[in-house]
């Protein structure tokens, strides 16, 4: 048995781009994405300045988080210890690219589908050397066995070799030589503002922001910031759909999470506002989730391998089960309330309490599972999330409350006031904690920096305002519903604002 790995000898590599052409030319690469690039970082000031090249790629992890997100398994372990792919297998989620911490994996423009350096798997398998190593012109780039404890990258590994992030646990197999502490970390470098030729970067190009530097320092020995003078780009992998459906999921539990308040409360006589309305009502924003699900991704006809190619692991495949679930529920909610056998609604309330609760924290596991966000493993996600549903909830039947008769009204609008009273305490918790450099960078970026707008419209429109006019309702007696359904609007769209900023902050800070 082996267990492949590359020693990267940062100390001979000049730089030339031999290894990113010949993988270009071996796997046809499309132009714009890289299976393996170099990144040059500049430290020191003139005329006592050096540049140091990295060569840059998949790092074959012995515990690889991109194959326990990977929902249909494409992503896989080879025999010798490789993480390949398999291309018939991905759906193109790009939940992959998130979870891996080095970068690593791009989507093909032209397949939709997850590729990365795949060790040249099919050169290696005819006893031949990936293509990198063989016209690497220094002998930079060499491949050993670590399950050799007599190679190379064993003992270099073992005597100070350098691995990129070893803080993320995933065990890398890429062990690099006399590499400059500034290439490796991707804080410790960034892009200057100076207006010279390398500043010209696009949205692709990402790299630590004045906001989030000010924040968090880049480097933890103090050490001045390195300058990045040539990277490749990596655009954000999940956007507006991911941030849609974090809304539409958290709306359809939260609406059955207060129906079943509701009938606790001893309202299921109430078939319209209580058995009818409401699984109708969560059945369309569950359908709405579906369909943003499968909406974003780049092979929406595979969809279905969720089901019969699942990796159980993935919490894409838990989620999918999850979703399922409740909209099982759903139905068996609506046939008792059209039935109005308003007697059986006690006994799925709890059935259809856990699976609401799970249908809205089971994306906590989920961003969990994307190591190389750490914004996305602080712990108060979850309740977050699970508050939002409760607020979302008071929302959605304070907006019912408008055109039908909704019963519990006062036990509505406290639940509303309540959930955004949590919400609120949850996220201020999660912006004052001590923190790491990349969540540090990361809410910086969320609340200071390019995702700040987004952030204030849930901070005065969805929380500020809405608090104003709920408790305003509950002051004057909470029977008049119109300020309670003239918060509703706004308390959606500020949720949604916030997840876009979360959302989108989580993945500003550069991973390679």
Request: proline content about 6%.
């Amino acid at each position: 048995m082996t267990r492949l790995g590359f020693v990267l000898d940062s100390g001979s590599c000049i730089g030339c781009h031999a290894c990113t052409v010949a993988c270009k030319s071996e796997h046809d690469v499309p132009l714009g994405v890289n299976r393996t690039w170099l990144k040059y970082v500049e430290t020191g000031t003139h005329p006592d300045s050096e540049r140091h090249f990295s060569v840059m790629r998949c790092n074959h992890c012995d515990d690889a988080p991109c194959m326990d997100i990977c929902p249909t398994s494409a992503l896989f372990r080879a025999d010798n210890g490789v993480v390949d792919f398999d291309d018939d297998n991905c759906i193109g989620c790009k939940a992959c690219m998130n979870a891996c911490p080095y970068d690593a994996i791009y989507l093909n423009p032209q397949t939709g589908t997850a590729h990365k350096c795949n060790f040249c798997n099919h050169r290696i398998e005819d006893g031949l050397e990936p293509s990198c190593v063989v016209v690497c012109p220094t002998q930079a780039i060499r491949v050993g066995d670590l399950d050799d404890p007599a190679s190379e990258i064993s003992i270099l590994l073992a005597s100070g070799g350098t691995v990129r992030s070893p803080e993320q646990g995933t065990r890398p197999k890429v062990v690099y030589k006399g590499a400059n502490p500034s290439s490796l970390d991707p804080l410790a470098s960034a892009i200057a503002d100076d207006g010279m030729i390398w500043t010209d970067t696009t949205p692709g190009h990402p790299t630590p922001t004045p906001v989030a530097l000010s924040a968090s320092p880049a480097r933890d020995d103090g050490a001045a910031m390195a300058r990045t003078v040539y990277t490749t780009q990596h655009p954000m992998a999940w956007g507006s759909m991911v941030s849609g459906y974090l809304v539409t999921k958290a709306i359809a539990a939260g609406v059955m999470l207060v129906a079943s308040l509701l009938v606790l409360l001893g309202h299921g006589g109430s078939r319209a506002a209580v058995g009818i309305v409401p699984p109708m009502l969560a059945g369309m924003f569950l359908a709405l989730t579906g369909v943003l699900l499968v909406a974003d991704l780049k092979q929406p006809k595979r969809f279905i391998y969720l089901m019969t190619r699942g990796n159980r692991t993935s919490w894409l495949v838990k989620g999918a089960y999850v979703l399922g679930g409740f909209a099982a529920c759903l139905a068996a909610w609506w046939v008792v309330g059209l039935s109005g056998a308003d007697g059986i609604l006690p006994v799925l309330v709890l059935p259809t309490v856990l699976l609401a609760l799970a249908t809205a924290g089971y994306t906590a596991f989920l961003f969990g599972q994307c190591e190389g966000r750490d914004l996305w493993q602080e712990p108060l996600l979850l309740p977050i999330l699970l508050a939002q549903a409760v607020v979302a909830g008071g929302a959605a039947y304070s907006l019912l409350d408008l055109v039908m008769e909704v019963p519990g009204t006062a036990a509505i609008q406290w639940t509303f006031l309540l959930g955004l009273i949590a919400n609120g305490l949850l996220v201020g918790l999660e912006l004052r904690g001590g923190h790491s450099r990349h969540v540090t960078m990361a809410l910086a970026e969320m609340t200071r920096g390019g995702q700040q707008r987004s952030f204030r419209q849930w901070r005065l429109n969805g929380m500020a305002m809405p608090l104003v006019l709920i408790a305003a309702s509950i002051a004057t007696g909470a029977d008049d519903p119109l300020l309670p359904a003239v918060a509703a609007p706004f308390v959606l769209f500020g949720l949604f604002a916030y997840e876009d900023a979360y959302v989108r902050a989580g993945q500003s800070v550069p991973l390679s």
